[in-house]
């Protein structure tokens, strides 16, 4: 079948990326075919028989035998528990990234960093005001062209960004992506005083976003909350929103110094 045949450029190899793969495609489509998952991901039909199998010992997936389907599997939600566990991620932080949702209309999310890199964590969005698509492929691997990644590129210090930068291609997801290293630098620089960082449709066309810092009491940055929306929607509003989301990320804040505590 052509849904099914191996595309070399495409096709993820080896054992681990093609599981990954598997589980990937289920968690995207829902509970899927065999063929659905063949003609997503590009594996051939017995292979993905064979990946399905294992994943079902293991427990990453779940057979529908009526529906002759596979689905994700119970195991995975322990590990979404491990990750929730490990970054610590306060109720009450949520709270107020859902806040920022329902107030401004936009798309909300916490990111955590880590050095130079960040996860993003939680999203609150809706059919009005979806998320960022994807949140895959260049993503993480272009702080320059995202909010999140400008916040995380100021925050450190002048030689670990000038070794960060030296010998990097910036890539141009967009033609208003920064590419130059010595525009980005300044960039940087304004971003690390005001603890604010803008992206105009630098990652994704039509869209921009703005993420503020949260940082720990020695001065550390440990998240960032974020919108993203439409270029339209800032009309007027750049200013409230700037104040919304800089509100947002100094409450937040206040939560993970006391600990996680409600204020």
């Known amino acids: 079948m052509a ?3 191996e595309r070399d450029d495409e096709v993820p190899s080896g054992q681990i990326a093609r599981a990954i793969a598997v589980l990937e495609a289920v968690a995207e489509h829902g509970s899927s075919t065999a063929r659905t998952i063949a003609g997503a991901t590009g594996i051939p039909l017995p292979t993905v028989y064979r990946i399905a199998q294992e994943l079902i010992r293991a427990e990453y997936l779940v057979h529908l035998k009526d529906e002759q389907r596979f689905a994700l599997g119970y195991k995975l939600h322990r590990l979404a528990v491990g990750l929730h566990d490990d970054l610590g991620i306060p109720r009450a932080v949520r709270e107020e990234v859902h806040g920022m949702h329902r107030d401004l209309g936009m798309a909300a999310y916490l990111a955590i960093h880590r050095g130079t890199d960040f996860v993003v964590v939680h999203v609150s969005d809706s059919p009005a005001a979806p998320r960022l698509s994807p949140l895959g492929f ?6 320059h ?3 999140f990644g400008k916040v995380g590129l100021s925050a450190l210090g002048i030689e670990e960004r000038d070794a960060f930068l030296a010998g990097r291609s910036l890539l141009a997801h967009t033609d208003h ?4 290293p010595d525009l980005l630098r300044r960039q940087l620089d304004e971003i690390a005083e005001r603890g604010m960082a803008w992206e105009h449709q630098e990652f994704q066309l039509g869209t921009d976003c703005l993420a503020a810092s949260i940082r720990a009491d020695d001065g550390m940055l440990v998240a960032t909350v974020a919108v993203s929306a439409p270029v339209a929607a800032y009309a007027g509003r750049v200013r409230h929103v700037e104040d919304r989301v800089r509100a947002c990320a100094s409450r937040a804040g206040r939560v993970y110094r006391l600990g996680g505590q409600h204020l």
Not at 177 to 180: E, I, L, Q
């Open 177 to 180: 992506t920064v590419t130059d």
């Open 145 to 147: 062209a995202t909010a």
């Open 138 to 143: 260049g993503f993480h691997e272009s702080p």
């Open 3 to 5: 849904g099914t045949q």
